[in-house]
């Protein structure tokens, strides 16, 4: 028995299509509400979906929602903005090798297929035979702890990231909250002037440089340029955060 679980806040305009494409493999399907004021809750209803609330304030606690939440022998994760494809829905059917499974990701950005600037060979972790998952960990970047060899599949999840800009902006203000509370927790020293321009500098190196985004065409550049921004606007945050809560 197949549990999928999806993590939502507001997903009404793609949660329809990510539960079709997991109806025909899913046998229970659970879908995690972390806030959701939109008619998220009330399609998932309409496609069968067992809704739990979370209490937590990271994905992480998010993730362990829906497995405690679970009553299958598998757990498949799938985010709002995913879909199976009908090639991976097939390969999930017909295992029969108990383990944790790695599931390539086919990203797709303002309607482009990308393969530079950090979007290509991407896999997520995300096939587990219950029982050789224990949690998951991490605030933002959540990362499971697990037990037994980690495999990987075939055929591919695809993501359906960023449909426009608009997406991109309001995204902007909930990961870069996320992003400099961790930094401050980690007792990040204070931000300077000097420190806004390195970090900029280092993240168009990585991005354009070593990752080559150019190579995508315009969408690529605009990608690039926004992870900079976005670098920026989290350093931006962090600097607010230690003069209103200075550390000790």
């Known amino acids: 028995m197949l549990s999928v679980i999806i ?98 990701r086919k ?5 482009k297929v990308m393969s530079f600037g950090g979007w290509g060979n991407d896999k997520v972790i995300r096939l587990f035979y219950k ?7 991490g605030e933002l970047h959540e990362q499971p702890v697990y037990s037994g060899e980690l495999l990987t599949m075939n055929h591919e999840l695809i993501h359906h990231s960023h449909r426009d800009l608009s997406s991109m902006l309001n995204k902007t203000i909930e ?16 931000v300077t002037w000097w420190r ?5 500098a280092t993240e168009f190196w990585q991005r354009f440089g070593k990752l080559q985004a150019w190579r995508d065409g315009p969408k690529g550049v605009i990608d690039g340029i926004f992870q900079v921004f976005n670098m920026f606007v989290i350093y931006a945050r962090l600097w607010e955060m230690q003069h209103e809560s200075p550390r000790s």
């Not at 990203?107 to 309607?111: E, Q, R, S, T």
């Not at 029982?131 to 960990?137: E, F, P, T, V």
């Not at 806004?196 to 900029?200: E, K, P």
Request: hydrophobic share 35%.
């Open 175 to 190: 990961f870069t909250q996320y992003e400099a509370k961790l930094r401050l927790d980690a007792h990040h020293p204070p």
């Open 107 to 111: 990203n797709i950005y303002l309607g």
């Open 7 to 104: 993590i939502t806040k507001n997903e009404e305009e793609m949660i329809g299509d990510c539960l079709m494409s997991v109806q025909g493999l899913a046998d229970e399907i659970i879908v995690v509400d972390t806030g959701n004021t939109d008619k998220t809750n009330e399609i998932a209803k309409q496609h069968g979906a067992k809704i739990v609330k979370s209490k937590g304030d990271n994905y992480s606690e998010f993730r362990n929602t829906g497995m405690r939440a679970t009553s299958g022998d598998w757990i498949l994760y799938v985010d709002a903005d995913e879909r199976v494809s009908p090639q991976l829905r097939l390969e999930i059917k017909s295992l029969t090798t108990p383990g944790v499974y790695e599931i390539p």
């Open 131 to 137: 029982k050789y998952l224990h949690k998951y960990q």
């Open 196 to 200: 806004f321009l390195r970090v900029m």
